[in-house]
């Protein structure tokens, strides 16, 4: 068995006859690094899917964006990402300051493509490493696991129509999410410019 493969995996490429491939696909495009197409595909990028996991076991997917190039390639096995303010529910961080196991979907819905990523993952407060992005009072370090690319077959081509204005960037005032004016939460929000704090 492999390390990728676990017996549930297995048992259902047995099932539908496809354990020859699923062994080939794993030799040919699993990797424990980011080779360099992998590496110019996410740094173009502008949002990612990341997938984290609770102490129940159960796990949570939340959407990231930002600017072409807000997830910062470190190396080959090591890639950094922002926490721009959110919700203050704390969902994704607080599962990966806990187990710390996550995953991440690179997508590109224009001309179809997608990169995966596995990992573990750490919260960064190293104020250097915040300095690289505007309005960050928190970053991720993620050791990278697997990467491999998927078939784009089902992924609806779609363009894009302009950047979030949500978006934190240096020089420019962010516009504040429009739920923030809603009375039922005005008076919890947290005072700015919402940062964690060293």
């Known amino acids: 068995m492999s390390e990728f493969y676990d017996p549930?995996?297995?048992?259902?490429?047995?099932e539908f006859q496809s354990r020859p491939l699923a062994d080939r696909l794993r030799e040919l495009i699993v990797k424990p690094f980011l080779d360099e197409e992998a590496q110019t595909f996410i740094?173009?990028?502008?949002n990612f899917y990341l997938?984290?996991?609770?102490?129940?076991?159960?796990?949570?997917?939340?959407?990231?964006?930002?600017?072409e190039g807000f997830v910062i390639i470190e190396d080959e096995r090591t890639l950094l990402f922002p926490c721009f303010d959110g919700n203050g529910m704390?969902?994704?961080m607080g599962n990966i300051d806990g187990q710390g196991k996550i995953g991440m979907l690179f997508l590109d819905a224009v001309n179809p493509h997608r990169v995966r990523v596995q990992g573990t993952a750490k919260l960064v407060r190293d104020a250097e490493i915040?300095?690289?992005w505007p309005e960050v009072g928190l970053a991720v370090r993620v050791s990278i696991t697997n990467?491999?690319?998927?078939?784009?077959?089902?992924?609806?081509?779609?363009?894009?129509?302009?950047?979030?204005?949500?978006?934190p960037r240096a020089g420019v005032e962010t516009v504040?999410?429009?739920?923030?004016?809603?009375?039922l939460v005005e008076d919890v929000l947290p005072k700015p410019p919402h940062k964690v704090k060293e």
């Open 8 to 14: 549930s995996h297995q048992q259902l490429q047995d």
């Open 43 to 46: 740094k173009s990028r502008n």
């Open 51 to 67: 997938t984290t996991v609770d102490a129940q076991g159960f796990p949570t997917v939340s959407h990231k964006g930002g600017d």
């Open 90 to 92: 704390w969902l994704s």
């Open 130 to 132: 915040l300095s690289q």
């Open 147 to 167: 990467t491999w690319i998927n078939c784009p077959r089902y992924i609806h081509p779609m363009q894009q129509v302009r950047p979030a204005e949500h978006v």
């Open 176 to 183: 504040e999410a429009e739920w923030k004016s809603i009375p």
